[in-house]
């Protein structure tokens, strides 16, 4: 047991992990390569502290420190870890336009072996994770290895069995990704919450990273990776969660149900003409089956048959009475067609008349119409000049013919027109006949059809009631599945509730370390706290009654670094936070926790840990040089860029 004095106060005890000599987890190296020649940054790092500082400039007006590219740095060390990206797209476009062939080199120790790790930063594909020892002079193989192999034993050392007991959500290839998240928390998220871990802006495409992702996953690898939950815990979670998803179903079907036995109920009462009554109990449920029957067989015995028979009846006479009609209006056509023959006859044989009478006047003077000699005279000595003989006979015959004509055509489109004048007196008749079949057909096709629709609402009424008891059954059975469900839910609610009481001496642990270390680290009137319930895990801090939430999250991060130093937690000795200044915390709370941090470092025969933090804010003036400042970036010039570029 080593014992350990912070700022005077009463002792601080930590316990190495015997036999440790450096941390479980840290990063080595990390090199910046533009090409397989060209090395843009090499960057030792070690255990304990190491400082990445990118200064504001001293002007008030002008702040270059923002731009240095520390937390690309931290995406970079992240990326080196396993993390499938090192930013957003935007980004990565950036760093791949103007370094085609770049790529990210790091040394990384795990459980005293070095991973060498070369991930591509352009268009150059190919990810190698394998063991060696120097990351600049190794010869890689030809393939590239992928990453998983290296995930897989990170997953290994610091999971191991328990890696089962994270949700289902999290993929088992992607699990040690999980607790990465958590180590290496996104300057976006401010420090804001003990569970936010990734902004979704960062692309990061870690499994806990997305605004829909439930924070119940984030909890729950936080407690799988500080031992404060086991497989009852999970399993029962699990099931309480299942239970939810289903009381949310069969609820909304219960009600689904009961507006459906309301519906019928109302739809059965309204076919009995009972619209004033308001419900029907189950009870009622046979006799209301009784009535229902009773009412279809009274229905259809009103119908005897005798109204289709009048129907059939009516049918027939209006299809006479159509018939006969048309007919009548038939004929009525026909004589008008001959009528109008006739007529035109008679004027045309009277437009005859006036030629031939003319020529008979001329044929009374002696004078023949050809030659122009008297008649007399060419009867007696002949015409020795005219073509065509004149027959006076002939033409008196076609004068009388032509009137004749008339006259027979005119008597018989008179005594058509008499025909008509009678036709139209029966076709008035046969329309009146007509119409009274029809309405008399129309009228019992109407009463037929309410009688139809009085039997057909007294049978839907009789399915209604058998609909109505299948529902009333099927509701009665989903508000048993609802209360059984509930009744689940209370019972896995008091498990729980008893499964944390069971992590009550960890989450003890880590209370009582987080609140030593916030007791030596604020010198006011303090008070801070770890709790368990059913919110989640609970972490506060105050000073002088102020809320300092995000350097309560900076000391818990801290607090289970130190018990992992002692190997109380699976927390691989490794942490990184990317500014914690640009949340809330004041200037002289900051300062302690490099001293803090510093001060670990004489746990152990080496330290223990690697913490790596980054800071636009000055550090505290020892720590603004080897060996703990690893290294020390500017926006401006461009030369003390990351990447010394502007990008």
């Not at 002088?544 to 991060?557: C, R």
Request: hydrophobic share 40%; proline share 4%.
């Amino acid at each position: 047991m080593q014992q350990f004095e912070l700022f005077g106060g009463p002792a601080f005890k930590l316990h190495p992990r015997e036999g440790a000599s450096e941390p479980r987890l840290w990063v080595r190296r990390i090199v910046l390569k533009a090409d397989n020649e060209t090395i843009i940054r090499d960057i030792p790092l070690k255990p304990g502290l190491n400082v990445i500082w990118s200064p504001d400039s001293a002007g008030a007006a002008e702040r270059i420190g923002h731009g240095g590219g520390k937390t690309t740095l931290c995406r970079l060390i992240r990326y080196c870890l396993g993390e499938k990206t090192y930013g957003p797209h935007d980004q990565m476009d950036s760093v791949g336009s103007k370094f085609l062939n770049a790529r990210i080199l790091a040394e990384v120790r795990l459980d005293s072996s070095t991973w060498l790790i070369s991930r591509p930063l352009g268009a150059n594909r190919g990810d190698f994770a394998i063991l060696g020892e120097d990351v600049v002079e190794c010869s890689w193989p030809l393939e590239p290895s992928g990453m998983q192999r290296f995930r897989d034993a990170l997953t290994t050392a610091f999971l191991g069995q328990s890696s089962s007991l994270l949700p289902n959500s999290i993929p088992v290839d992607e699990r040690w990704l999980a607790v990465l998240a958590w180590l290496t928390r996104d300057q976006e998220c401010r420090f804001s919450h003990l569970l936010e871990w990734r902004s979704p802006d960062s692309g990061s495409q870690s499994p806990v990273s997305g605004r829909n992702k439930s924070q119940e996953d984030r909890l729950a690898t936080l407690r799988v990776a500080l031992g404060m939950l086991g497989p009852e815990e999970i399993s029962a979670t699990k099931r309480r969660n299942e239970i939810a998803s289903q009381l949310t179903v069969n609820r909304s079907e219960l009600a689904n149900v009961n507006w459906h036995i309301a519906r019928l109920k109302k739809g059965v009462l309204s076919r009995l003409g009972e619209k004033g009554q308001e419900d029907i109990s189950r009870l009622q449920l046979h006799e209301l089956e009784r009535r229902t029957s009773e009412h279809l067989a009274k229905v259809r015995s009103a119908d005897d048959g005798r109204l289709a028979v009048r129907l059939r009846e009516a049918s027939a006479e209006f299809e006479r009475a159509a018939t006969e009609r048309g007919r009548l209006e038939e004929t009525a056509r026909s004589l008008e067609a001959q009528v109008a023959l006739h007529e035109l006859e008679a004027k045309v044989a009277r437009s005859e008349i006036p030629e031939l009478s003319a020529q008979n006047v001329k044929a009374a003077t002696p004078i023949c119409p050809i030659c122009k000699v008297a008649i007399d005279k060419v009867r007696a000595e002949g015409c020795g000049i005219a073509l065509t003989p004149c027959d006076l006979d002939a033409l008196a015959a076609s004068l009388a013919d032509a009137k004749n004509r008339a006259e027979s055509a005119t008597a018989t489109a008179t005594a058509l027109r008499r025909q008509q004048d009678g036709l139209k007196y029966q076709i008035t008749t046969a329309m009146q006949a007509t119409d009274t079949s029809r309405n008399l057909q129309e009228r019992l096709e109407l009463e037929a059809s309410h009688r139809s629709e009085l039997v057909r609402r007294a049978e839907r009424a009789v399915d209604m009631v058998q609909d109505l008891k299948h529902e009333l059954e099927e509701a009665d059975r989903l508000d048993k599945k609802v209360r059984d469900l509930e009744k689940d839910q209370d019972d896995l609610t008091t498990s729980l509730a008893e499964y944390r009481q069971q992590s009550a001496s960890v989450v003890q642990m880590v209370s009582e370390r987080f609140s030593a270390i916030f007791s030596r680290l604020v010198k006011t009137n303090g008070r801070s706290s770890v709790r368990l319930d059913g919110n989640g895990l609970q972490v506060k801090a105050s000073a002088d009654g102020t809320a300092i939430t995000s350097f309560a999250v900076v000391l818990f991060d801290l607090a289970a670094l130190t018990l992992a130093m002692e190997g109380r937690t699976l927390h691989p000795d490794f942490l990184l936070h990317d500014s914690p200044r640009e949340a809330d915390l004041g200037r002289s709370l900051y300062s302690e926790i490099f001293r803090f941090a510093q001060s670990l470092e004489d746990v152990g025969p080496s330290p223990l840990f690697q913490y790596i933090i980054t800071t636009t804010t000055e550090p505290p003036e020892e720590f603004r040089n080897v060996p703990w400042l690893r290294l020390q970036l500017q926006g401006s010039p461009e030369e003390d860029r990351l990447f010394r570029v502007n990008l």
